[in-house]
Protein backbone atom coordinates (compact mmCIF):
# COMPACT_ATOMS: atom_id res chain seq x y z
CA UNK A 1 0.00 0.00 0.00
CA UNK A 2 0.72 3.62 -0.81
CA UNK A 3 -0.41 6.43 1.51
CA UNK A 4 0.27 10.00 0.96
CA UNK A 5 0.00 13.05 3.14
CA UNK A 6 0.11 16.32 2.10
CA UNK A 7 0.64 19.22 4.23
CA UNK A 8 1.30 23.17 4.16
CA UNK A 9 -2.28 24.28 3.09
CA UNK A 10 -4.07 27.54 4.27
CA UNK A 11 -4.64 31.17 4.04
CA UNK A 12 -2.71 33.56 1.76
CA UNK A 13 -2.70 37.00 0.86
CA UNK A 14 -2.63 37.63 -3.09
CA UNK A 15 1.15 38.17 -3.77
CA UNK A 16 2.19 35.73 -1.20
CA UNK A 17 3.95 32.28 -0.88
CA UNK A 18 3.29 29.53 0.56
CA UNK A 19 4.76 25.69 0.70
CA UNK A 20 3.36 22.75 -0.29
CA UNK A 21 4.50 19.20 1.23
CA UNK A 22 3.64 15.61 0.35
CA UNK A 23 4.83 12.35 2.08
CA UNK A 24 4.61 8.89 1.04
CA UNK A 25 4.39 5.76 3.20
CA UNK A 26 4.01 1.87 2.88
CA UNK A 27 5.36 -0.98 1.38
CA UNK A 28 6.31 0.27 -1.64
CA UNK A 29 9.96 -0.61 -2.85
CA UNK A 30 10.36 2.77 -5.01
CA UNK A 31 8.80 6.26 -5.80
CA UNK A 32 8.97 7.18 -9.62
CA UNK A 33 6.94 10.34 -10.96
CA UNK A 34 5.41 12.61 -8.50
CA UNK A 35 3.22 15.66 -8.82
CA UNK A 36 0.83 18.11 -8.04
CA UNK A 37 -2.44 18.42 -9.13
CA UNK A 38 -5.30 20.95 -8.26
CA UNK A 39 -9.07 21.90 -8.44
CA UNK A 40 -11.78 24.95 -7.50
CA UNK A 41 -15.03 24.96 -7.22
CA UNK A 42 -17.15 23.82 -10.21
CA UNK A 43 -13.55 23.36 -12.48
CA UNK A 44 -11.86 20.04 -13.54
CA UNK A 45 -8.66 19.16 -11.71
CA UNK A 46 -5.93 20.28 -13.27
CA UNK A 47 -2.13 18.94 -13.20
CA UNK A 48 0.05 21.66 -12.05
CA UNK A 49 3.71 20.61 -11.76
CA UNK A 50 5.32 17.26 -12.26
CA UNK A 51 8.66 15.39 -11.41
CA UNK A 52 10.83 12.84 -12.22
CA UNK A 53 12.72 10.60 -9.40
CA UNK A 54 15.39 12.53 -11.30
CA UNK A 55 14.08 15.74 -11.26
CA UNK A 56 13.46 16.92 -14.55
CA UNK A 57 10.14 19.00 -14.51
CA UNK A 58 6.79 19.86 -15.97
CA UNK A 59 4.64 23.07 -15.72
CA UNK A 60 0.92 24.20 -16.26
CA UNK A 61 1.28 27.25 -18.30
CA UNK A 62 -0.36 29.19 -15.20
CA UNK A 63 2.61 28.66 -13.11
CA UNK A 64 5.43 29.05 -15.28
CA UNK A 65 8.18 31.65 -13.04
CA UNK A 66 5.94 31.70 -10.00
CA UNK A 67 5.71 27.98 -8.66
CA UNK A 68 8.54 25.34 -8.36
CA UNK A 69 8.34 21.65 -7.77
CA UNK A 70 11.08 19.91 -5.98
CA UNK A 71 11.78 16.90 -4.23
CA UNK A 72 13.96 14.53 -1.46
CA UNK A 73 14.00 10.91 -2.81
CA UNK A 74 15.32 9.81 0.54
CA UNK A 75 12.22 10.93 2.32
CA UNK A 76 9.72 9.74 -0.43
CA UNK A 77 8.65 13.86 -0.09
CA UNK A 78 7.91 15.76 -2.80
CA UNK A 79 7.48 19.97 -2.26
CA UNK A 80 5.52 22.82 -4.17
CA UNK A 81 6.74 26.08 -3.50
CA UNK A 82 4.40 28.50 -4.66
CA UNK A 83 5.41 32.13 -4.82
CA UNK A 84 3.05 35.26 -6.57
CA UNK A 85 0.10 34.12 -5.43
CA UNK A 86 -2.79 35.19 -7.62
CA UNK A 87 -6.68 34.67 -6.81
CA UNK A 88 -6.92 31.94 -9.45
CA UNK A 89 -4.68 29.64 -7.57
CA UNK A 90 -7.03 29.13 -4.39
CA UNK A 91 -8.03 25.75 -4.83
CA UNK A 92 -7.37 21.90 -3.26
CA UNK A 93 -4.06 20.67 -4.42
CA UNK A 94 -3.55 16.56 -4.39
CA UNK A 95 -0.30 15.12 -4.29
CA UNK A 96 -0.09 12.34 -6.90
CA UNK A 97 2.54 9.65 -7.33
CA UNK A 98 3.70 6.56 -9.15
CA UNK A 99 4.60 3.57 -6.42
CA UNK A 100 7.20 0.74 -7.76
CA UNK A 101 5.75 -2.39 -5.81
CA UNK A 102 7.11 -4.98 -7.75
CA UNK A 103 9.84 -5.10 -10.20
CA UNK A 104 7.90 -6.93 -12.81
CA UNK A 105 5.05 -5.24 -12.95
CA UNK A 106 4.64 -1.49 -14.13
CA UNK A 107 4.23 0.99 -11.42
CA UNK A 108 0.40 2.30 -9.98
CA UNK A 109 -0.73 5.70 -9.68
CA UNK A 110 -1.79 6.50 -5.88
CA UNK A 111 -3.69 10.47 -4.78
CA UNK A 112 -3.34 12.17 -1.58
CA UNK A 113 -6.40 13.30 -0.13
CA UNK A 114 -5.75 17.02 -0.27
CA UNK A 115 -5.06 20.04 1.03
CA UNK A 116 -6.65 23.24 0.72
CA UNK A 117 -5.26 26.68 -0.65
CA UNK A 118 -7.11 30.01 0.26
CA UNK A 119 -5.95 33.20 -1.54
CA UNK A 120 -7.09 36.98 -0.53
CA UNK A 121 -7.16 39.74 -2.02
Known amino acids: QVHLVESGGGLAQAGGSLRLSCTAS????????MGWYRQAPGKQRELVAR???????DYADSVKGRFTISRDNAENTVYLQMNSLKAEDAAVYFC???????????????WGQGTQVIVSS
Open 96 to 110: NAWALILSFIPPNEH
Open 51 to 57: ITRSGST
Open 26 to 33: GSFSIIND
